[in-house]
DNA sequence: AATGAATGAGCCTTCATTCAT
DNA sequence: GATGAATGAAGGCTCATTCAT
């Protein structure tokens, strides 16, 4: 599939080197998510995934390699996540769709697989990032078009930018307690959708 | 750079301490906004203020506590201005104090006093931003209840939480361009409009 | 690569292991002097050589020991030229022996078998390139008494010290250009001549 | 007299500071002859200096730049050493050159300030070493000229070159034991005053 | 009181060498 | 026997913080 690729993660030949890799990435998006990307250490990276460091270092040949990755892999599986939802949406209702992407927000979260809070990180991961970004904003404007066919591209396109920004909300309640959780994820599902429909056409 | 210093009045030292002291904190508010705060360094923002290392220190006795202060500051300046607005409140139409909302985060954002991406900085610090976090929900909800005065406080509270989510949104927007970012800013004004408007009970 | 072996016949263990050693050699002496013996890597040569790292170990144990291995096989070469120089000395007229050293030491180079510059490397190798020298130096002494029988043993053997230094002299010009080359290498021949004709007494 | 060097070592501002300095040259200047420059490390050189390796980052910022420095003093020490050589050279005889020159480079030996052996280092710093080659041998090529007034500007380039390398060996003979160094020693100045005297027309 | 110097802990990374398949 | 993976020791370098003048 993929013969060589310079600076990035090698991938493993044999059978341990992929659960080495799993761990890794395991491990790495846990401090990377905990202490931002310059607070965190190979080193801990390493000890908390039972790697040696240089074992880390065969695999991702540099902090920034692993870091990429990472993201790689978020970007990755959120994008599919989107794509998904996209197929869903035709017929949905707007209430649907509001609850559809808070849900496709939580899904996210819960996989573990995220990584590295939005902040720090100079340098090449940024433009990935930014890609990234993009990309989610591309395929949010599609599913806006796809619910509220009336919208230009135009439209569509600011509005996943906010949309983008309300569902960032889901992350930060995500850390309240599990009543005021409850309470605040419903705000936001009503938040999106009074957005949206205000932004439909009066039949 | 020191003159003489004689039978010349020398300022109190109270003075010349308050002086040290702002620049200190604008060169800190400066490089920590620019690099963030594990890639801001004391020396720099020593040098960036024209302040030896060891007077910095004398000052701030650790790089958190500069960070603290830094925020301390910001914290203080934020809330004055929330309470302004506050003040103002009363009588304002709700498609009025959606823009005031986001004028005043705006207003945070170009006096350069705010400091440190939110990420990063673990310890001490994150409970300091959390009691500002929540002084500003306090303040937010407050306002929210003066304008819909049908609100309870729970409600007002929840609501004060999105609304200051959707008001991080003015940051990330600021970085767009000029057309875009005009554009987008009134998107988030509209959006908190219809979201406010969503809790007033129909007359 | 590694193809059937079933009926075929297997070369000799010794053949395979001859071709393996020599390759690792090659790649050894090539990335010795390209980079020197510190900043040359097991990995990079066993690469170059097409062989695994491990099967590099299996050969050579260390770094250290192949370095040796390259050293000797040099040293071979080079005292087998100097013992055939020896067998053609006697009858040479002085111009012709300083041709032939230089000569000598021309072909020692353009056969890519030398290797690692005469610097770094400490331990146990230098013990060995000590003995080395000396051989040289005691193989030139003698080739400088075939032409000149009148010298001492002692003389010859201080000549040959002399000599050696003169005959490093062509490895460094040979880096020049080709022109500027050719006239120095002509002007060292002309040195070692003086020199011998200095040291032969007035007939 | 120098306010800022970019990558260069920086020089103290007080007192103390040119002490460690010179201690840390003359440890530079040691654990790079000793070991050469790719297996000398910082942190011996900070040891054997009495310095703490953050002190000496502070003085020279990198291990190449410290490299530099001990080179560039060293040339510069050569240098004037030569320039006195040539002033006093004018009315000097043939031997009495040739045992001038040997006691120049015996000299540079003496005095420990000479540093690295000729072997790895890469990089930029081979530009300097370079250089400084140029410089030496334009020096010697002048030196010759006036002992030698027939001497062409070409030709007497290239008996600088041919002489250097001759002069090399004294650094070689000098680790002998002293009753063969003298004997080396007065060989080499005996070569270099039959060299010099082919080259001089006959009268 | 003010300041340049000193320092040690720690970070990212590499590499010779040994395991385990 | 051959090979990819694993590893720990070490190296260059930085920085928050403390001394000493």
Chains 1, 2, 3, 4 share one sequence.
Do not use: C
């Not at 993929?2 to 059978?15: D, F, G, I, L």
């Not at 819960?110 to 991961?125: E, M, V, Y």
């Not at 990234?132 to 904003?137: D, I, V």
């Amino acid at each position: 599939m993929s013969t060589t690729r310079s600076a990035v993660a090698r991938e493993p030949k044999r059978q341990r080197g992929h659960i080495r890799v799993a761990a890794i990435i395991e491990a790495g998006v846990e401090v990377f998510t905990e202490k931002g990307y310059d607070a965190a250490t190979m080193t801990e990276i390493a000890a908390r995934s039972g790697t040696a460091i240089a074992s880390l270092y065969r695999f991702f040949p540099s902090k920034e390699a692993l870091a990429d990755a990472l993201l790689l892999q978020y970007a990755n599986y959120a994008l599919d996540g989107l794509a998904e939802l996209r197929s869903r949406a035709p017929g949905m209702t707007l209430d649907g769709i509001a609850g559809a992407f808070v849900d496709f927000r939580l899904e996210l979260q819960s996989q573990r697989r995220f990584a590295i809070s939005l902040a720090d990180t100079r340098g090449a991961i940024d433009d990935k990032r930014q890609r990234f970004r993009e990309a989610m904003l591309d395929g949010m404007a599609g599913i806006l078009r796809e619910v509220i066919p009336s919208l230009t591209k135009a439209k569509s396109e600011v509005m996943a930018t906010i949309l983008l920004q309300i569902l960032k909300g889901v992350a930060v309640v995500s850390q309240e307690k599990p009543t005021a959780r409850r309470v605040l994820l419903a705000e936001i599902k009503k938040l999106i959708y009074v957005y949206l429909a205000s932004a439909e056409p009066l039949v």
